[in-house]
């Protein structure tokens, strides 16, 4: 079973910032939060990970709340094309090094609005 | 193409036959992964390669589905018997260290299986 809860679908408008929750109340302190995303028709795609640190990069930006329970992905100014599906996933790292694979829940399915 | 490549993109089977899945992935990628992805739902896990070695196929539905990575580098999902239930998208996914480390898997656009 999928240790995250997202919502099953949301809108936001073309141009405006989207903001994707994420439960993980039972997350342990050696996962990492991964956001992967899949555009219709094609394989998921990396977007970004954390720990406990907010983190940003040329896609996203990914903000975990102090206790690590839940964290939101943003979009920050979303495009039609930025409509797919985001999987939110929690994910084991050891300390030696390598880490388990994905498992994926179902998502949430954001619809850009023009 | 520098991406994880799989073909065929389609495949329809009448229900009984053999299908042959093949992915290509990303030239020096340790690990690879293989997983199903019914209609509406998010992919699931099916095994794990790291090299040549299958290391997890606790995902694997039946004992009449089969993978191999004979060295190291393509893979190949066997299924056999298809029956209707096997029909979704499989995707293939690479990664550069063992265990997939902190990194991305990098995905393959898919195989999409349909049963007749």
């Known amino acids: 079973d999928a240790k995250t809860t997202q919502p099953p679908s949301m809108d936001c408008a073309e141009g405006r910032a989207a903001n994707l929750p994420c439960n993980h109340s039972?997350?342990?302190?050696?996962?990492?939060v991964y956001w992967y995303r899949q555009i219709h028709s094609q394989g998921p795609q990396y977007i970004i990970h954390?720990?406990?640190n907010n983190e940003t990069n040329e896609m996203a930006s990914l903000i975990i709340t102090e206790d690590r329970k839940s964290s939101t992905l943003i979009l920050p100014h979303a495009t039609l094309r930025d409509t797919a599906v985001y999987y939110c996933?929690?994910?084991?790292?050891?300390?030696?090094?390598?880490?388990?694979?994905?498992?994926f829940g179902k998502g949430t399915h954001l619809i850009i609005q023009p | 193409g520098a991406g994880v490549s799989q073909s065929p993109r389609y495949k329809v089977a009448k229900r009984g036959q053999d299908v042959a899945l093949r992915c290509d992935p990303i030239?020096?990628?340790?690990?690879l992964f293989w997983y199903q992805q019914a209609l509406g739902q998010g992919p699931e896990f099916l095994t794990y390669?790291?090299?040549?070695?299958?290391?997890?196929k606790s995902g694997l539905p039946s004992d009449r589905f089969f993978a191999e990575r004979p060295e190291g580098s393509v893979s190949t999902l066997k299924i056999q018997r298809t029956q209707q239930e096997d029909s979704a998208v499989y995707l293939c996914?690479?990664?550069?260290?063992?265990?997939?480390?902190?990194?991305?898997?990098?995905f393959g656009e898919g195989s999409r299986l349909t049963v007749l």
């Open positions: 996914a690479s990664s550069l260290a063992p265990g997939g480390n902190t990194g991305e898997l990098f």
């Open positions: 030239s020096g990628h340790v690990s």
């Open positions: 954390g720990l406990k």
């Open positions: 390669f790291q090299n040549e070695a299958q290391l997890d």
């Open positions: 996933i929690v994910r084991v790292v050891y300390s030696g090094g390598g880490a388990d694979g994905l498992t």
């Open positions: 039972t997350i342990s302190g050696n996962e990492y």
